[in-house]
């Protein structure tokens, strides 16, 4: 059982393979082709060769009712002549010829078989009224024709004498079709040769069409694989389809994506190895600095030693913003959805994050023009709204102030953090939400960020299907505003 699976498996990758269904469908199409071509030859020529039998003998038979006219055969049929002529007719198309006279009785039959019978049938009463007609009995093996026996007569009228056309009798006429049968036979047989003939013909041309015309996907697979392989990092360029032009672009635009991937990776690991490096760095000069004074006095130790505590706690800020960065960087399935209070949220935020503005006599003001109530992860959005507010703090003027303003409409929750700090430059502004970027790296460093904090706030927003924007003007300010989705969306 599980053998005969496999085997269908491998049929169906088989059978959905596009060079195999080209080759089945030009296969099919030209097999198609030439055996409706055969069979058009075949018809037309029975077609036609049955037509002209039935000219060359309606043109006898009128030379022939004719002669029946003028010999009187209808009223005696004892001529030689007229015999001899339907004897002569009768062998040479190997078929049989009736008179019929004017009641509708049998003057004459070939085959001696209804002579004196009544004849009356749709053709018989139809050739009385004047029409010559002929009909092809494929099956039956022969063709009828039936021919009016005219003749023009005088008749007296009130205007004068004029011609008329008077039907006398019929002619009804059959005769073999055996020479057509056997020419179409032999033509039968040699249609068939040259269809057995065109079908390999065909089947050799669908193998080679089949494999030109899907020689350029290859082309495109054999580039991807290369790339795949380490050979090349250059742009792949396949233009013989549109369809391989698209599939090309689409994969350069991947390729290129995967370039700026890397470069950013590249980018991240050096900056997280020289902020990592740079605490451990000041550490080890520090204790190099007291094991080189063995007699160094105990203030000098304490100071030495504040100032190694403190690099371990810029280390470890940076450790647990990596930590929460990485975090964010997994699905959003890993988010624990609650309906939030966002005003009493805020406020809660806005607590916590005062003494550190004291500190700075950086004042904060919070509006709330509503109250909200929003599903979101209340950690992850605490955590982003904190590093808003704080950067606020930490990048502004003594004497400054921050306010953040609480809003909603009908879809989503506004929040909007604006300060009257120093500002960010113009061309920065794209590169802010960057791991590790910083505008002025020397005065970040004595704040003492990681340049981690709007990555993460960033990575937060998006996970909840928000959008976050800024704007700001040097030496005036900036303002941070965030939009989520009061009901999140799965």
């Known amino acids: 059982m599980e053998q005969k699976w496999k085997e269908w498996l491998g049929k169906i990758k088989f059978v959905r393979s596009l060079r195999v269904r080209i080759f089945f469908i030009i296969l099919v199409s030209g097999i198609a082709s030439s055996l409706l071509m055969g069979y058009a030859v075949l018809r037309n020529y029975e077609e036609r060769a049955v037509s002209l039998r039935t000219a060359v003998v309606q043109n006898q038979l009128l030379i022939l009712a004719n002669h029946l006219i003028h010999y009187d ?135 080679a069409m089949s494999k030109a015309m899907t020689r350029p996907f290859e082309r495109v697979t054999e580039a991807i694989s290369a ?139 919070f509006e709330s023009i509503r109250p909200v109530m929003a599903e979101v992860d209340e950690v992850k959005i605490t955590l982003a709204i904190t590093n808003l507010v704080e950067n606020a703090i930490k990048y502004n003027n003594e004497h400054g102030w921050v306010k953040v303003i609480l809003d909603a409409d009908h879809q989503e929750v506004l929040i909007e953090v604006t300060d009257s700090g120093i500002g960010i430059p113009e061309e920065a502004l794209a590169h802010i939400y960057e791991r590790f970027y910083r505008v002025d790296k020397s005065h970040s460093r004595e704040i003492g960020g990681t340049g981690l904090g709007l990555s993460i706030t960033r990575n937060v927003v998006l996970m909840h299907r928000g959008t976050i924007s800024v704007s700001s003007t040097m030496g005036e300010g900036t303002c941070f505003k965030v939009a989520i989705p009061l009901n999140y969306i799965v």
């Open 227 to 365: 790339v795949k392989a380490g050979y090349t990092n250059e742009n792949i360029s396949v233009s013989d389809y549109t369809e391989t032009i698209h599939i090309v672009d689409a994969f350069n635009q991947l390729l290129s994506r995967m370039r700026v991937l890397d470069e950013s990776r590249q980018e991240f690991v050096s900056n997280v190895s020289h902020e990592l490096k740079t605490p451990l760095t000041s550490m080890k000069v520090l204790a190099d600095s007291l094991l080189t004074q063995p007699e160094a006095p105990a203030e000098l130790y304490k100071e030495f030693l504040e100032d190694i505590a403190a690099e371990i706690d810029r280390e470890n800020r940076i450790i647990n913003d990596l930590l929460a960065l990485v975090k964010m960087d997994k699905t959003a399935a890993e988010l624990n959805i609650t309906s939030v209070n966002m005003n009493e949220l805020l406020e809660l935020i806005l607590k916590r994050l005062r003494p550190i503005a004291r500190k700075r006599d950086v004042e904060i003001v």
């Open 73 to 207: 055969y209808l009223q005696s049929n004892t001529s030689e002549t007229i015999n001899a002529e339907l004897e002569m007719l009768s062998n040479l198309y190997d078929g049989r010829v009736l008179i019929i006279g004017g009641d509708f009785k049998v003057v004459r039959d070939t085959y001696g078989v209804s002579d004196g019978k009544i004849m009356v049938s749709e053709e018989v009463i139809r050739c009385f009224q004047g029409e010559s007609l002929s009909k092809y009995y494929p099956e039956l093996g022969y063709i009828q024709i039936t021919t009016p026996i005219k003749e023009t007569v005088k008749v007296t009228t009130n205007s004068g004498e004029k011609e008329t056309v008077v039907v006398r009798g019929a002619m009804l006429t059959s005769i073999s079709n055996e020479n057509i049968a056997a020419i179409k036979d032999v033509m039968k047989h040699n249609v068939f040769i040259m269809e057995v003939v065109l079908t390999f013909g065909i089947f050799a041309i669908a193998i």
